[in-house]
T-cell receptor
């Protein structure tokens, strides 16, 4: 099976812009979770989608949003980017409530 | 909300020495998972523990889940340079929500 894929791998934006990141889960996996990873904050949970519904949500401002499509692919959107949003954004897919398989991540730099 | 504390944050060892990282949850867990992230890489699943008091081994790695299902540990015997990376625990509650610890970064001096 192909692994979790994330696009783009690298992104540079400026403050105030918005960005959309994409995640394609492993075939057959219906759960997709998003995490923000920064050197000082570890892995911070953003949200989890299952069958197109947001099932769990972390403590991030409303500027962070996501959605999941019928084919389980997921997108994450960040509006009005801030310098502090610079991070590695990881997507993980799993089959129901099971082991999470992480993608390579999207490295976002906000200038 | 659920919190997962992991210690130590950093551990530097000489090759051949043992290493242990500990994970403690503020609430009882449904299961706990361990991941390893190599420098520049992404977290990779190592193992999942489900039963109270469970102990699992993978070669030089020993994983334990506490009797109360609130704590866990990962022990590496005779570390090698290939063991370097950050080890994360992730506690999952009955609702399926996972909370990651902040990780323990292991460096191994040859």
């Amino acid at each position: 099976k192909a692994g979790v894929t994330q696009t783009p791998r690298y992104l540079i934006k400026t403050r105030g812009q918005q960005v959309t990141l994409s995640c394609s889960p492993i075939s057959g996996h219906r759960s997709v979770s998003w995490y923000q990873q920064t050197p000082g904050q570890g892995l911070q949970f953003l949200f989890e989608y299952f069958s197109e519904t947001q099932r769990n949500k972390g403590n991030f401002p409303g500027r962070f949003s996501g959605r999941q499509f019928s084919n389980s692919r997921s997108e994450m959107n960040v509006s009005t980017l801030e310098l502090g949003d610079s991070a590695l954004y990881l997507c993980a897919s799993s089959a129901i409530t099971d082991t999470q398989y992480f993608g390579p991540g999207t490295r976002l730099t906000v200038l | 909300g659920q919190q997962v504390m992991q210690i130590p944050q950093y551990q530097h060892v000489q090759e051949g020495e043992d290493f242990t990282t500990y994970c403690n949850s503020s609430t009882t867990l449904s299961n706990i998972q361990w991941y390893k992230q190599r420098p520049g890489g992404h977290p990779v699943f190592l193992i999942q523990l489900v039963k109270s008091g469970e102990v699992k081994k993978q070669k030089r790695l020993t994983f334990q889940f506490g009797e109360a299902k609130k704590n866990s540990s990962l022990h590496i015997t005779a570390t090698q340079t290939t063991d370097v990376g950050t080890y994360f625990c992730a506690g999952q509650n009955n609702a399926g929500k996972s909370t990651f610890g902040d990780g323990t970064t292991l460096t191994v001096k040859p």
